[in-house]
């Protein structure tokens, strides 16, 4: 089983291995990225890693987190 150690993630766990593949081909191009998931899923390292590992990591990340809730808001059907 191949182990990753790519900056702030060590696992074995294939699932997550996958994820970090998939963050791979992501960090090699110029979009944007949000990461959704429930509380407690460790969203923010992804979050680090994504970045560390982007053409953009010597810029500042900035979460923005208004566009965030307005996102939420309107896929979850949240009227208030």
């Not at 990225?33 to 509380?39: K, R, S, V």
């Not at 900035?62 to 808001?73: G, P, Q, R």
Request: glycine share 4%.
């Amino acid at each position: 089983m191949e182990e990753s150690t790519l900056h702030i993630v060590f696992t074995k766990n294939q699932a997550v291995l996958e994820i970090l593949s998939r963050i791979e081909k992501i960090t090699s191009s110029d979009c944007n990225l949000l990461l959704i998931g429930e509380t407690g899923v460790d969203k923010q390292v992804f979050d680090k890693h994504t970045h560390r590992t982007s053409n953009r990591c010597n810029y500042s990340l900035i979460v923005d987190l208004l566009s965030v809730f307005l996102f939420i808001k309107f896929y979850s059907g949240i009227n208030n």
